[in-house]
C-alpha cells in the first residue's frame, strides 16, 4: 500500500516508526513536499530489556496504537528491516515493525516501508549519512530549537519527513501504472 497525496500540494499527516524492542522511535510530522513540515509530536515506546517478549510486544503494540488514536495519520512510514549481523537485533526489529505495520493496516492506514539509506538521502542528500547528520537535518527542516533525542526520536522523525516528501511522487506513479494497466485490459462482454 502506498500512502501519499491525494491531491497536489494536501497536507497530510504521517506517523514515522523507527521500530525497535527496547527503543521504538515514533514521530508525527504534518506537511506537503514543497512546502514546510510541521512537527506534530515525537517520543519513543519504551520496553525493559529484562522483560519476556510476549510483555515487550505488547508494550509496544498498546503504545503504537495510542500514537495512531491520539494522532490520527493519514498514512504510517515504517523503517524497512535489513540485515545486520546480529541476528537478535534483527528478529527485535522486525517484530516491531511487524507490530507497527499491523496496528495501522487494522486502521486501514497506508503503510510504507522505506529503507535506512532510503531516508537518508531524501533528508541529508546522501544514502550513507551518519546519524548526526540525520538529525541535525531533521532539526533545521522541522526549524526546532533542539535536536530530537534519543536518536530513535530523531530517526523517526526523518522517516515521517521523507514519506511525506516521497510519498506523493509514489502514489502518484502507483495510480498512472494502475490507470495505464486499466487501459491495456480489455473490457469483459457479459456472458
Same mark, same amino acid.
Given at each position: 500500500?502506498?500512502?501519499?497525496?491525494?491531491?497536489?500540494?494536501?497536507? &497530510?499527516? &504521517?506517523?514515522?516508526?523507527?521500530?525497535?524492542?527496547?527503543?521504538?522511535?515514533?514521530?508525527?510530522?504534518?506537511?506537503?513536499?514543497?512546502?514546510?513540515?510541521?512537527?506534530? $509530536?515525537?517520543?519513543?515506546?519504551?520496553?525493559?530489556? $529484562?522483560?519476556?517478549?510476549?510483555?515487550?510486544?505488547?508494550?509496544?503494540?498498546?503504545?503504537?496504537?495510542?500514537?495512531?488514536?491520539?494522532?490520527?495519520?493519514?498514512?504510517?512510514?515504517?523503517? @524497512? &528491516?535489513?540485515?545486520?549481523?546480529?541476528?537478535?537485533?534483527?528478529?527485535?526489529?522486525?517484530?516491531?515493525?511487524?507490530?507497527?505495520?499491523?496496528?495501522? +493496516?487494522?486502521?486501514?492506514?497506508?503503510?510504507?516501508?522505506?529503507?535506512?539509506?532510503?531516508?537518508?538521502?531524501?533528508?541529508?542528500?546522501?544514502?550513507?549519512?551518519?546519524?548526526?547528520?540525520?538529525?541535525?537535518?531533521?532539526?533545521?527542516?522541522?526549524?526546532?530549537?533542539?535536536?530530537?533525542?534519543? $536518536?530513535?526520536?530523531?530517526? $523517526?522523525?526523518?522517516?515521517?519527513?521523507?514519506? &511525506?516528501?516521497?510519498?506523493? +511522487?509514489?502514489?502518484?506513479?502507483?495510480?498512472?501504472?494502475?490507470?495505464?494497466?486499466?487501459? @491495456?485490459?480489455?473490457?469483459?462482454?457479459?456472458?
Amino acid at each position: 500500500m502506498f500512502a501519499g497525496l491525494t491531491n497536489r500540494g494536501e497536507r &497530510v499527516r &504521517v506517523l514515522g516508526v523507527d521500530p525497535g524492542l527496547t527503543r521504538c522511535g515514533v514521530g508525527v510530522v504534518d506537511g506537503a513536499p514543497g512546502a514546510p513540515l510541521s512537527l506534530v $509530536a515525537v517520543g519513543v515506546i519504551r520496553t525493559p530489556a $529484562a522483560a519476556e517478549l510476549p510483555e515487550r510486544l505488547l508494550g509496544i503494540a498498546e503504545g503504537i496504537e495510542g500514537w495512531l488514536a491520539e494522532h490520527r495519520p493519514d498514512a504510517v512510514a515504517v523503517e @524497512r &528491516v535489513f540485515a545486520q549481523a546480529n541476528l537478535r537485533t534483527v528478529m527485535g526489529t522486525a517484530q516491531a515493525s511487524g507490530i507497527a505495520i499491523t496496528a495501522a +493496516a487494522r486502521l486501514r492506514l497506508p503503510v510504507a516501508l522505506h529503507t535506512p539509506s532510503e531516508v537518508k538521502a531524501a533528508i541529508t542528500g546522501s544514502g550513507r549519512a551518519d546519524k548526526a547528520q540525520v538529525t541535525a537535518m531533521v532539526t533545521r527542516i522541522l526549524r526546532l530549537s533542539a535536536a530530537p533525542k534519543p $536518536a530513535d526520536a530523531a530517526d $523517526a522523525l526523518a522517516l515521517a519527513i521523507c514519506h &511525506v516528501w516521497r510519498g506523493g +511522487a509514489m502514489a502518484r506513479i502507483a495510480r498512472a501504472a494502475a490507470a495505464q494497466t486499466a487501459a @491495456r485490459t480489455p473490457a469483459r462482454r457479459p456472458e
